[in-house]
């Protein structure tokens, strides 16, 4: 039977893993770990936060195993590590008051009302970026999305190292704020 759930496809293992299978969720595990944590250590250069929030992500995932409908597991697993790596950064930039609302209103909702907030959310901040000027908003994008580094940005974009690092600095800056903004309007 372990053989079988090893060589399972992912959505296999997902429908057993909604039936409690701990082989599955082991599976995943293996199969997901060194990903993840590969994510994360690019973020974040910190091996035992990054383990951490790796076990964070994966007990949240069995924790929630029978409440969540996933389609794709490599992309909620890798959006999951970065909300936990979002959340540490807020917590610890943007101090503990912002951290304690944003914590308080996600804790607050659930079932469609989170699922509402969390688009226009989303909405808001695709929005707040959209209005950015455009070599602003590649630079952005080139280093969220495409997880550039700031030497390839300013490669790729013929400006120095430290160009893209200040405008970053400062279009990050900007968005915490907007961020903030938002949650204080809910």
Known sequence: MLTAVIQATDTELLDLLTLDNRDAFNTLYDRYWELLYNAA???LKDKEQCKDIIQDVFIDLWCRR????ISNIKAYLLTAVR???YKLVAKEKAGPAFFELYETIASSTSGAEGTLIEKEFLDHVKAWIDELPEKKRTMFLLHTQYDKSTKEIANELSLSQKTVQNQLG???YRLR???AHFFMML
Do not use: P
Not at 66 to 69: E, R
């Open 177 to 179: 704020l907007h961020i």
């Open 170 to 172: 400062s279009i990050i």
């Open 66 to 69: 029978g409440q969540v409908t």
């Open 83 to 85: 909300f936990q790596i």
């Open 41 to 43: 250590y690019k973020r």
